[in-house]
């Protein structure tokens, strides 16, 4: 009979059984032999139970040498070494499966491993090949990681792991230093070699293994940021051309025929040549004027305004809808500046078709600051639209410069804010201003002729 076809509590129980047998049988031949059954059963222990135990062991070493082999197999999977495979005892049917069950296990680890072998190898070699900059930092200060780019910019081409990451700042351009120590996301410009090159800063910071962990990225923009401006500067003569064109070529055509006129002098004629000529230099002063204030722009200065009378004086330019109670809170923002933003917005809203009682503006406070939402129910904007709404010279209009929300977004982002257009459900665009609010509460002033007199 194959024993293989037995389970190990199977093989136990025959052994068991058959050291049993033996002893019973002793019994019997000891108890005829001398007639004294205590005598008997004392010879039948004495031989089946060493019996019992030998078979015991004999049936149990198979299964000591495996469990070793399987603790052993074990302890390497702890330790990361997956290349232990256990072989398949004989004759043991359970050890049999588990040592299946357990080189299965080692084989899905090894294929999971080399997986993220070549996921890490290819990600490095994406990392290495990148112009951008990236050196990771633990929370000592210390460089953990640093690719090609990094190398070249910091510590001219050689391994930075290890140092100090403040020290390889101190050795860099200035610019970069006060970059660095401004802590947020920048442009900046400084010398590599002997070119002045415009570089974007991002930090980042999270938690890795429970430790916090810096990381900086640096990217050189100023052959993209020269394509753009070359770019912009295109579209900025092709709108003034078209704008110059569209006024001159009627003044020149009306000149002529006031020209004409003058020979016989038609009064009505010549009030609409002259209106004509007039309303198109207006047109052109307006335009030009657009240009010269958006290259103008001071930057902002700040100071506390209450919201309720703001409110007022938008309303009385340009009317709108309170739809929620204005906060109590001062903002801290140059008036003049989102006064204007504002009534441009607003103005907006009214121009978009949407009914003069849909124009609304709320101001509420959160996200570290306030947002001014303004909101109408005109005819919206389109996906397209709304991506380059906020782009220079970008317009809808047939009289736009493309220069108002453009404007709008530049006095926001002065004030540390920004802004955001938002197609809204069942029709109509709402535009978000978030302003950030001040560190600390900001005092009204409430003697305005005290604050004239700073001014002045």
Same mark, same amino acid.
């Given at each position: 009979?194959?024993?293989?076809?037995?389970?190990?509590?199977?093989?136990?129980?025959?052994?068991?059984?058959?050291?049993?047998?033996?002893?019973?049988?002793?019994?019997?031949?000891?108890?005829?032999?001398?007639?004294?059954?205590?005598?008997?059963?004392?010879?039948?222990?004495?031989?089946?139970?060493?019996?019992?135990?030998?078979?015991?062991?004999?049936?149990?070493?198979?299964?000591?040498?495996?469990?070793?082999?399987?603790?052993?197999?074990?302890?390497?999977?702890?330790?990361?070494?997956?290349?232990?495979?256990?072989?398949?005892?004989?004759?043991?049917?359970?050890?049999?499966?588990?040592?299946?069950?357990?080189?299965?296990?080692?084989?899905?680890?090894?294929?999971?491993?080399?997986?993220?072998?070549?996921?890490?190898?290819?990600?490095?070699?994406?990392?290495?090949?990148?112009?951008?900059?990236?050196?990771?930092?633990?929370?000592?200060?210390?460089?953990?990681?640093?690719?090609?780019?990094?190398?070249?910019?910091?510590?001219?081409?050689?391994?930075?792991?290890? +140092?100090?990451?403040?020290?390889? =700042?101190?050795? %860099?351009? #200035? /610019?970069?230093?006060?970059?660095? @120590? $401004?802590?947020? &996301?920048?442009?900046?410009?400084?010398?590599?070699?002997?070119?002045?090159?415009?570089?974007?800063?991002?930090?980042?910071?999270?938690?890795?293994?429970?430790?916090?962990?810096?990381?900086?990225?640096?990217?050189?923009?100023?052959?993209?940021?020269?394509?753009?401006?070359?770019?912009?500067?295109?579209?900025?003569?092709?709108?003034?051309?078209?704008?110059?064109?569209?006024?001159?070529?009627?003044?020149?055509?009306?000149?002529?025929?006031?020209?004409?006129?003058?020979?016989?002098?038609?009064?009505?004629?010549?009030?609409?040549?002259?209106?004509?000529?007039?309303?198109?230099?207006?047109?052109?002063?307006?335009?030009?004027?657009?240009?010269?204030?958006?290259?103008?722009?001071?930057?902002?200065?700040?100071?506390?305004?209450?919201?309720?009378?703001?409110? +007022?004086?938008?309303?009385?330019? =340009?009317?709108? %809808?309170? #739809? /929620?109670?204005?906060?109590?809170? @001062? $903002?801290?923002? &140059?008036?003049?500046?989102?006064?204007?933003?504002?009534?441009?917005?607003?103005?907006?809203?009214?121009?978009?078709?949407?009914?003069?009682?849909?124009?609304?503006?709320?101001?509420?406070?959160?996200?570290?600051?306030?947002?001014?939402?303004?909101?109408?129910?005109?005819?919206?904007?389109?996906?397209?639209?709304?991506?380059?709404?906020?782009?220079?010279?970008?317009?809808?209009?047939?009289?736009?410069?493309?220069?108002?929300?453009?404007?709008?977004?530049?006095?926001?982002?002065?004030?540390?804010?920004?802004?955001?257009?938002?197609?809204?459900?069942?029709?109509?665009?709402?535009?978000?201003?978030?302003?950030?609010?001040?560190?600390?509460?900001?005092?009204?002033?409430?003697?305005?002729?005290?604050?004239?007199?700073?001014?002045?």
């Amino acid at each position: 009979m194959d024993s293989s076809r037995f389970s190990f509590a199977g093989l136990l129980a025959l052994a068991l059984g058959g050291a049993l047998l033996a002893g019973v049988g002793l019994a019997l031949l000891v108890s005829r032999v001398l007639a004294n059954p205590w005598l008997a059963a004392s010879a039948a222990l004495a031989l089946g139970l060493p019996l019992a135990v030998a078979a015991a062991r004999a049936l149990g070493k198979p299964w000591i040498r495996f469990l070793g082999a399987l603790a052993d197999g074990l302890a390497s999977l702890k330790d990361g070494d997956f290349s232990l495979n256990l072989a398949r005892p004989r004759g043991l049917p359970e050890a049999d499966a588990l040592a299946r069950a357990y080189n299965g296990l080692g084989e899905r680890f090894r294929a999971e491993r080399q997986t993220l072998v070549q996921r890490e190898l290819l990600l490095d070699t994406v990392i290495q090949a990148t112009p951008l900059a990236i050196v990771l930092t633990n929370d000592a200060g210390q460089v953990i990681y640093a690719n090609l780019a990094a190398r070249r910019l910091f510590g001219a081409g050689r391994p930075l792991e290890g +140092e100090g990451f403040n020290r390889l =700042v101190e050795a %860099a351009d #200035a /610019a970069l230093q006060e970059a660095i @120590a $401004g802590g947020r &996301d920048t442009l900046f410009t400084m010398r590599v070699g002997e070119e002045a090159e415009i570089f974007h800063l991002s930090l980042r910071h999270f938690a890795m293994n429970a430790r916090s962990h810096h990381l900086y990225l640096l990217k050189q923009l100023t052959r993209e940021l020269n394509a753009q401006e070359v770019a912009t500067w295109k579209k900025v003569i092709r709108v003034i051309a078209h704008e110059l064109n569209n006024s001159l070529a009627p003044i020149s055509s009306l000149a002529h025929s006031g020209r004409a006129l003058a020979a016989a002098p038609d009064p009505a004629a010549l009030e609409r040549v002259f209106g004509t000529i007039a309303e198109r230099a207006q047109h052109l002063h307006r335009f030009i004027d657009g240009y010269a204030r958006f290259a103008k722009l001071p930057q902002p200065r700040p100071e506390a305004v209450a919201w309720a009378p703001l409110a +007022e004086q938008l309303r009385a330019t =340009v009317g709108f %809808a309170l #739809a /929620a109670p204005l906060p109590e809170e @001062a $903002g801290w923002f &140059d008036p003049a500046q989102i006064g204007q933003v504002l009534i441009n917005l607003l103005k907006n809203a009214h121009e978009s078709g949407s009914p003069p009682v849909a124009v609304t503006l709320a101001v509420t406070r959160g996200r570290g600051g306030f947002e001014i939402v303004v909101a109408d129910r005109g005819t919206g904007m389109s996906q397209a639209v709304l991506e380059h709404a906020l782009v220079p010279f970008y317009s809808t209009k047939p009289q736009g410069t493309g220069l108002g929300l453009t404007l709008s977004r530049e006095i926001a982002e002065a004030h540390g804010g920004r802004l955001e257009l938002i197609a809204r459900d069942g029709g109509g665009t709402e535009v978000r201003l978030w302003l950030p609010a001040p560190r600390s509460p900001q005092p009204l002033d409430i003697n305005p002729h005290a604050k004239e007199s700073r001014r002045g």
